[in-house]
């Protein structure tokens, strides 16, 4: 099933092929008391390179087609352009320096609409999740040794509207959010082999996945029933609903033993302390409104695609 999409669309920057959608909802935040702050935001906004730390004050920035999925290695910061069918790779010693990578194929799948991607800590693999009806749904190895010439390669094409990935610190293992499906998936590396589907429970009326995370052993998500729930990673039928609830959970991305989630609906992002499962900050992005969550290590990175830029929290 290919679940129907309801973000406003950017218009199309043709940078590779393809053009497509996101999603959305509605809903209402709730879950444990929260200290609400606003942080400082640096966008960085491709189409001239400049930065601007901002405390909320609305900023018209473009220059990514529709970006959605985020990741960092290696100093650089990669973004899955939806509407360009293209992956931008951001210098973050020199936010100014934007390359598109040109990809070449090794079979002849290409990626239409790439939504969730991950990459390796050495950042010579990135992996793109492409959620186009063109591939009925596809996970591409892209091989980055060549530098901004690279050549992709499907591994999985039985997928249904992939969104999330996540990649196990082992670098064997591949989470995919199968969005379309309702399920979560975990794909072996590098044949791209189903392992384990990871399924919910009937309670959950609507569990359309976005977005995955991992963390000590235990498989994260978020999901269109406005929640966040989780799996041992070694039982894909033992489904655990944390009792937090958001607007609309898009992103997820753990920092120093916190799960940070973006609502995308509420223009917040949330941090979480694992050991307890609770809300413990809140941060007001509007107008912002952030999509996929990424990390140095440090710093919080999400990707704003109705905006077509990139913004950072400094130390959250």
């Known amino acids: 099933m290919f679940k129907t999409?309801?973000?406003?669309?950017m218009t199309c920057a043709v940078l590779l092929a393809g053009c497509g959608g996101g999603g959305g909802g509605g809903g209402s935040t709730t879950g444990a008391t929260t200290t609400t702050s606003t942080p400082v935001v640096t966008i960085v906004p491709p189409s001239d390179g400049s930065s601007t730390s901002v405390t909320g004050s609305p900023l018209n920035l473009g220059g990514?087609?529709?970006?959605?999925?985020i990741a960092i290695a290696g100093g650089k910061l990669y973004v899955a352009n939806?509407?360009?069918?293209?992956i931008s790779e951001i210098s973050l010693?020199?936010?100014t320096q934007v390359q598109t990578i040109s990809l070449s194929y090794s079979s002849a799948a290409h990626i239409a609409y790439p939504t969730g991607i991950a990459v390796n800590a050495a950042g010579t693999k990135l992996y793109v999740a492409d959620a186009s009806s063109t591939n009925t749904g596809a996970v591409f190895e892209i091989d980055l040794t060549g530098g901004t010439s690279a050549i992709a390669s499907q591994i999985s094409g039985a997928l249904d509207n992939p969104y999330g990935l996540a990649l196990s610190a082992d670098e064997t293992?591949?989470?995919?959010?199968?969005h379309g499906a309702g399920n979560v998936v975990s794909l072996s590396l590098p044949t791209g082999a189903l392992q384990s589907t990871y399924i919910y429970t009937a309670s959950d009326a609507q569990p359309y996945p976005w977005d995955v995370a991992l963390y000590s052993g235990t498989l994260f998500e978020v999901d269109e029933s406005k929640a966040l729930?989780?799996?041992p990673i070694t039982s894909p039928g033992a489904f655990n609903p944390t009792g937090l609830s958001f607007g609309e959970p898009t992103g997820l991305v753990v920092i120093s033993g916190y799960l940070f989630v973006s609502d995308y609906l509420t223009q917040q992002i949330l941090k979480v302390d694992l050991s307890s499962l609770s809300v413990v900050k809140t941060y007001n992005v509007a107008p912002y409104?952030?999509?996929y969550l990424a990390t140095d290590g440090t710093n919080l990175y999400f990707t704003d695609a109705n905006k077509g830029a990139v913004e950072e929290i400094m130390n959250p």
């Open 5 to 9: 999409i309801r973000w406003t669309i």
């Open 64 to 69: 990514l087609p529709y970006p959605q999925g």
């Open 82 to 86: 939806s509407n360009g069918a293209s």
């Open 93 to 95: 010693a020199d936010p």
């Open 173 to 178: 293992t591949l989470y995919v959010a199968n």
């Open 229 to 231: 729930g989780s799996w």
């Open 289 to 291: 409104q952030p999509f």
